[in-house]
């Protein structure tokens, strides 16, 4: 088991930036794969962007590509989500979320991870 903590959410312009971390702590971090996801109210959770273990494998929701960047640190045992152009529509409570190296795509996408963050909000005003 992994425990995970988000930072970096807050209230920013539309148009604007902000960067979230997802800090680590328990077994090796390197062997897990990581995700982002968001639930905005009212709506249920979707999933936003995931990395393998290495790094070297990202994926992304339509609506996030080409504006957020999912990273990681091993050394730091630190993911990361770059959000850019934000928008209203992305206002949300994201998480992030642990899975084991060989988790698939479908398995990420669908939110079948074991371990998750308590979440840090994100408000994008207009």
């Known amino acids: 088991q992994v425990q995970l903590v988000e930072s970096g959410g807050g209230l920013v312009q539309a148009g604007g930036s902000l960067r979230l971390s997802c800090a680590a702590s328990?077994?090796?971090?390197?062997?897990?794969?990581m995700g982002w996801f968001r639930q905005a109210p009212g709506k249920e959770r979707e999933f936003v962007a995931g990395?393998?273990?290495?790094?070297?494998?990202?994926y992304y929701a339509d609506s996030v590509k080409g504006r957020f960047t999912i990273s990681r640190d091993n050394a730091k045992n630190t993911a990361y989500l770059q959000m850019n152009v934000l928008k209203p529509e992305d206002t949300a409570v994201y998480y992030c979320a642990a899975g084991p190296a060989g988790l698939t795509p479908w398995h990420m996408t669908s939110g079948l991870l074991p371990d998750w963050g308590q979440g840090t909000q994100v408000t994008v005003s207009s």
């Open positions: 990395i393998s273990w290495s790094g070297g494998t990202t």
């Open positions: 328990g077994r090796t971090f390197s062997s897990y794969t």
